[in-house]
Nanobody, 114 residues
Framework: QVQLVESGGGLVQPGGSLRLSCVAS????????MGWYRQAPGKARELVAT???????NYVDSVKGRFTISRDNPKKMVYLQMNSLKPEDTAVYYC????????WGPGTQVTISS
């Protein structure tokens, strides 16, 4: 049973920054692409950023230039640095494996509000 645990969310003002972290209990973590998802109230969960096993990254258009995904294989962690945050970034953020989804973790709430 793979466990995914996210942390680092909070309440910040527009224009602020947050760094999200996710630890994954995967024995073969380094071999897997990882992704950050988010789900805003009343909306479907969306994939916002991915990083491959080879450190190639991809982003949804709405976060390009503002968010940066990275990974630390020895620590089995994936990060999401979020800058220039906007109210529309408010959501619960989750990590998972985009190529083979596992059970969702608890997520971490990100709220952007003045």
């Amino acid at each position: 049973q793979v466990q995914l645990v996210e942390s680092g969310g909070g309440l910040v003002q527009p224009g602020g920054s947050l760094r999200l972290s996710c630890v994954a209990s995967l024995s073969d973590f380094a071999l897997n692409a990882m992704g950050w998802y988010r789900q805003a109230p009343g909306k479907a969960r969306e994939l916002v950023a991915t990083v491959t096993s080879g450190d190639k990254t991809n982003y949804v258009d709405s976060v390009k230039g503002r968010f940066t995904i990275s990974r630390d294989n020895p620590k089995k962690m994936v990060y999401l640095q979020m800058n220039s945050l906007k109210p529309e970034d408010t959501a619960v953020y989750y990590c998972n494996l985009p190529l083979r989804l596992h059970s969702w973790g608890p997520g971490t709430q990100v709220t952007i509000s003045s």
